[in-house]
T-cell receptor, first 108, second 117 residues
Framework: RKEVEQDPGPFNVPEGATVAFNCTYS??????FFWYRQDCRKEPKLLMS???SGNEDGRFTAQLNRASQYISLLIRDSKLSDSATYLC?????????FGQGTELSVKP | SAVISQKPSRDICQRGTSLTIQCQVD?????MFWYRQQPGQSLTLIAT?????????ESGFVIDKFPISRPNLTFSTLTVSNMSPEDSSIYLC??????????????FGPGTRLTVL
């Protein structure tokens, strides 16, 4: 099993849709989790940090289920500008373990 | 968060040559990291650049191929030595910054896009 595994993409959704990405991790001792966003040909940028059961920031909600070792990212009311690759990231022993990323394409 | 710059932003190099990539941060940071992102792939950690000591390399990466310098708390270099087309990638440096909840978050430089012919 991969250390961090994400939903395969791409997700193609219309503007205004709600979309959810899933991520599972193998190390039950992990304490914190991150979602990064990476635009085409750009560096990853931190979108949300998740330390407890979840986090909400505007249209974005991240949820954590420690028992199932599962993190999700929910995007409500999708905008064209949300089109990007979303990376699930789990820190472990001082380094970041990246999932393979899920590509989102929001269409008009 | 820290502001990170990298030089060069991109380069096209010949097989067998070496390229040194610079990473500059606008504040002193303890931890600096170098990543590689191959085409269509996610990020893979190459090494952790330690100030005052040798870098710590991840499995599959060696100092002879990717020598790293970290002369102070704001600067690091990564050299890609004896390049081959398989080294064509984006190389990113990152720094660790203390987040709100005391868990450290990492922020990335803009990357160096390397093409080896």
């Amino acid at each position: 099993r991969k250390e961090v595994e994400q939903d395969p993409g791409p997700f193609n959704v219309p503007e205004g849709a709600t979309v959810a990405f899933n991520c599972t991790y193998s190390n039950s001792a992990s304490q914190s989790f991150f979602w990064y966003r990476q635009d085409c040909r750009k560096e990853p940028k931190l979108l949300m940090s998740v330390y407890s059961s979840g986090n909400e920031d505007g249209r974005f909600t991240a949820q954590l289920n420690r028992a199932s070792q599962y993190i999700s990212l929910l995007i409500r009311d999708s905008k064209l500008s949300d089109s990007a690759t979303y990376l699930c990231v789990v820190p472990w022993r001082g380094k970041l373990i990246f999932g393979q990323g899920t590509e989102l394409s929001v269409k008009p | 968060s820290a502001v990170i710059s990298q030089k060069p932003s991109r380069d096209i190099c010949q097989r067998g040559t070496s390229l040194t990539i610079q990473c500059q941060v606008d504040s002193q940071v303890t931890m600096m990291f170098w990543y590689r992102q191959q085409p269509g792939q996610s990020l893979t950690l190459i090494a952790t650049a330690n100030q005052g000591s040798e870098a710590t390399y991840e499995s599959g990466f060696v100092i002879d191929k990717f020598p790293i310098s970290r002369p102070n708390l704001t600067f690091s270099t990564l050299t890609v030595s004896n390049m081959s087309p398989e080294d064509s990638s984006i190389y990113l440096c990152s720094v660790e910054d203390r987040g709100r909840e005391a868990y450290n978050e990492q922020f990335f430089g803009p990357g160096t896009r390397l093409t080896v012919l």
